[in-house]
DNA sequence: TTATATAGAATAATCGATTTTTTAACTGAC
DNA sequence: GTCAGTTAAAAAATCGATTATTCTATATAA
């Protein structure tokens, strides 16, 4: 499901570092607050050494500030931060679309009609939860797979995970979800009929759209 | 110098990072390589705790492959993933360019100055050591910091250290770096002039002309 | 009162040792 | 000779404890 790290084989470091990644997209730590190693190891019932180096990873990462000797945040949010992540998300992600919809082949468009699937009965089962936030997550990542790109779609994955902070601070909003969930579907109607330009057009507006729901709720939660 | 961890205060762990990451930069671990750690530490005279804190970190930057239950091990490179890193450069140091140059102000235009000359010193004395490379990073740094964006830079820098690994596999080729060293100027000149378009096409030649000598390199390398 | 100093508690970083897993070498059956 | 199974050695991951640093509260001096 995630290609975070290759979980074929799992250790306590990469099993907390997903789970810790999870838990801090999805907004259960708050902005701006001080881990406290200790009760993370108590909560997570997890040893000291695989802990760190995974609070390490996630710094590097950028879903966590790391100051020497004083431990580790959660990185606070703001207007302008949440404007950069979205505006690269439509560089990034339009432009990984685009070339998707040149390279892709017919085992892409096998994919991608599979995840859209997966995604609509998800959608209809009106229970936004984890379950709903993979299936999303895997939908945008097949969109783009094909690009071509390694470092692009790595890039993409990390704004992904960093605009989710910020669209995740509250609770859904039945009608424009309802028009999300219909751009999926329109966005694999044009990338089967490779149509690069409208393809690149639904998807900056799907964004800008995603965009104003984020910010809706940061407005909301500060 | 390098913001790459505030090095404000320093731990045995935010130290060895740094260290490493410049060695691997440098090219003084073989592509591929599996890092045998009790050497590392014995090699940097460092805690094995510190150690492997930095290379999670290290992994999580992209600098090396993570494999759970067998360490850590230097990425091989690739020419598909040298296009790749050159490609990603052309658009998104371009595109920081183009906004630095709209927004950077008369202290940017003083620094830039100040890089540059530092840099034409270090060109000068012809000792391309790691004083030059600093220097060189600096310079870059300088050309697109007030792009306005965040999330940018830390791509493009990322993206630097990646290229460097292909772009210092060989010794210097006078007559090329003659011509980049030039170009740096020519730079200046241009964002001085707030010439957006010519300085675009300049920093895509640079990238170009890097590119050639990366994959010279590389060539000869394998 | 404000600022500075300091002791004690809390926390972060690191160390040294242990456990777990992988790798390499060896064995014997086919 | 080759291959599956076994074992010893090596390496990775993790643990428990120690050391170093920061934070907090209190005391003292200007």
Redesign the pocket.
Known sequence: MNQHLQPV???????IYETLRRDLVGGRFAAGE?????ALKEHYH????????A?NKLAAYGLLI???????RVPTLSRAELDDIASMRLELEGMAFERAIQHGDAVWEAELLAAAHRLKRADMSLEKGEEWEALHSQFHRTLVAPCGSVWLLRFIEQLHDQFDRYRRLGPKMPTVRQTLDDQHHQLVELALQRDRKAARALMDDHIQKSYQVALKRYEAHA
Chains 1, 2 share one sequence.
Do not use: D
Not at 9 to 15: D, F, K, P
């Open positions: 084989i799992s250790t306590a470091s990469s099993r001080k881990l406290a190693i200790n997890v040893g000291l050494s695989p802990l760190r180096e609070l790391q100051e020497n000797q004083r431990g580790f």
